[in-house]
């Protein structure tokens, strides 16, 4: 069993950036790979970056590469998500999440969720 919790989440002016955290309940480098994902209003959950276990691969929706960076500290059980040039279209609940093995790419191949942070961005 892993928890994850995200913290770092809050109300942002577009244009402007905020670093979404991850603490894992446990290490999660040698089985997990990470990842996060976002609900917008009245939108389902969709693949926003993640990370392989060992850290050195990223992949990103094409929504939000150039903006958006993840990255993970194995010795803290920590997950980042840096996103500058916030959008309005980004405001969205964000999710931490593990999947075995592999990055997940969609909601049926996650094995652990983290409870979501609000990232609201203003126009």
């Known amino acids: 069993q892993v928890q994850l919790v995200e913290s770092g989440g809050g109300l942002v002016q577009a244009g402007g950036s905020l670093r979404l955290s991850c603490a894992a309940s446990?290490?999660?480098?040698?089985?997990?790979?990470m990842c996060w994902f976002r609900q917008g209003p009245w939108l389902e959950r969709e693949f926003v970056a993640g990370?392989?276990?060992?850290?050195?691969?990223?992949v990103y929706a094409d929504s939000v590469k150039g903006r958006f960076t993840t990255s993970r500290d194995g010795a803290k059980n920590m997950v980042y998500l840096q996103m500058n040039s916030l959008k309005p279209e980004d405001t969205a609940v964000y999710y931490c999440?593990?999947?075995?093995?592999?990055?997940?790419?969609?909601?049926?191949?996650?094995?652990?969720w983290g409870q979501g942070t609000q990232v609201t961005v203003s126009s």
């Open positions: 999440a593990a999947g075995l093995w592999v990055v997940p790419r969609s909601v049926s191949e996650v094995n652990y």
């Open positions: 446990r290490r999660t480098g040698s089985i997990y790979a």
């Open positions: 990370i392989d276990r060992s850290g050195g691969t990223s």
